[in-house]
């Protein structure tokens, strides 16, 4: 609690939301920066140097749940584990990359996720927001409109 100088009121102080092990692994494994959408700071064969989605999946999702990471991907995006990148945009919503990330809602999560002015499409990032989602963000919800695709493949 603290005293706001202005009304004299007590207002509680929000306590910073512990640690968990996504934050861990988050601050160990950030590149140093993302790549803008067009990726003109990268040489021409950066998409080559990423890592293939199996191994981001391998990254920010626990093992029990890279199949239904691999499920998800595949009926948003049409996504498979051998791929360095997705150009899947939907027409409509916007919604981008592997995940169908919204960009109404993507300086928020990715913001809240670690990865805070990355672009929308960043292999990593789009990852790393997904996996957020799933387990500090609500679960499988955010996938909802998909799920008769994903649930029982």
Known sequence: MRVDAE?????????????????????????????????????????AKQPTLAGLVGEYFDRADHPWAYRVVFCESSGKPTDRFSEAKHPGSGATGWFQHLPKFWGERSDA?????????????NVAVAAWLFYDGGGSRHWAPSERCWRNR
């Open 7 to 47: 009304s004299s009121r007590i207002k509680p102080v929000k306590a910073p939301r512990p640690a968990t092990s996504f934050d861990r692994f988050l601050q160990a494994t950030r590149p140093p920066g993302p790549c803008p959408e067009d990726r003109h700071c990268h040489d021409d064969d950066w998409e």
């Open 113 to 125: 996720a670690g990865f805070d002015g990355w672009p929308i499409n960043h292999p990593r990032a």
